[in-house]
T-cell receptor, first 112, second 113 residues
Framework: EDKVVQSPLSLVVHEGDTVTLNCSYEVTNFRSLLWYKQEKKAPTFLFMLTSSGIEKKSGRLSSILDKKELFSILNITATQTGDSAVYLCAVEARSSAGKSTFGDGTTLTVKP | DVKVTQSSRYLVKRTGEKVFLECVQDMDHENMFWYRQDPGLGLRLIYFSYDVKMKEKGDIPEGYSVSREKKERFSLILESASTNQTSMYLC????????????FGPGTRLLVL
């Protein structure tokens, strides 16, 4: 059974701090790992990672995948209050017809 | 822009009622998914469909059924709602033809009294 574990479950930081969110996974026949940001409503897509060691970057957010150690990290630098959200990690297997297995999420709170 | 819409944002039903949650996507996606999201439990897959009239059970299908009569529409049915089905329900879709993220609808918050 595919499994995704995220840590920490929750995190409280102050504006300007840098945070690292972790995602470890077990999946048969890995295809991709995805990060989503969820505020009050539906998750919105951040990154899709398929290859080890290649950093994906979007503004202050970046993510990297380690397929040997089966984990990914999401980094947020110079955090802002608007970064407060639940961050979800999901993995997709090749045989899954697009089905993803999600972790429980990390709730990030950024205080002014 | 991909658009996934859900029929209701908030819904209040009574125990034993039959509940229909509708999801429509406008991007001709083959795959559609229904999840429920509860605090501390992440997103759990209820059912998914990879083609019209095709459906597969996810991780927690008990108490639910689905219908996909048309490609753009995927319905989640609670035959007899129970209080433990109070939750946020999220629909998503994705294409088969490319390695793509899932696109989520805005969610339906269901309260069963």
């Amino acid at each position: 059974e595919d499994k995704v574990v995220q840590s920490p479950l929750s995190l409280v930081v102050h504006e300007g701090d840098t945070v690292t969110l972790n995602c470890s996974y077990e999946v048969t026949n890995f295809r991709s790992l995805l990060w989503y940001k969820q505020e009050k409503k539906a998750p919105t897509f951040l990154f899709m990672l398929t290859s080890s060691g290649i950093e994906k970057k979007s503004g202050r957010l970046s993510s990297i995948l380690d397929k040997k150690e089966l984990f990914s990290i999401l980094n947020i630098t110079a955090t802002q209050t608007g970064d407060s959200a639940v961050y979800l990690c999901a993995v997709e297997a090749r045989s899954s017809a697009g089905k993803s297995t999600f972790g429980d999420g990390t709730t990030l709170t950024v205080k002014p | 822009d991909v658009k996934v819409t859900q029929s209701s944002r908030y819904l209040v039903k009574r125990t034993g009622e039959k509940v229909f949650l509708e999801c429509v996507q406008d991007m001709d996606h083959e795959n559609m998914f229904w999840y429920r999201q509860d605090p501390g439990l992440g997103l759990r897959l209820i059912y998914f469909s990879y083609d019209v009239k095709m459906k597969e059970k996810g991780d927690i299908p008990e108490g639910y059924s689905v219908s996909r009569e048309k490609k753009e529409r995927f319905s989640l049915i609670l035959e007899s709602a129970s209080t433990n089905q109070t939750s946020m329900y999220l629909c998503a879709s994705s294409p088969n033809w490319a390695q793509e993220t899932q696109y989520f609808g805005p969610g339906t918050r269901l309260l069963v009294l």
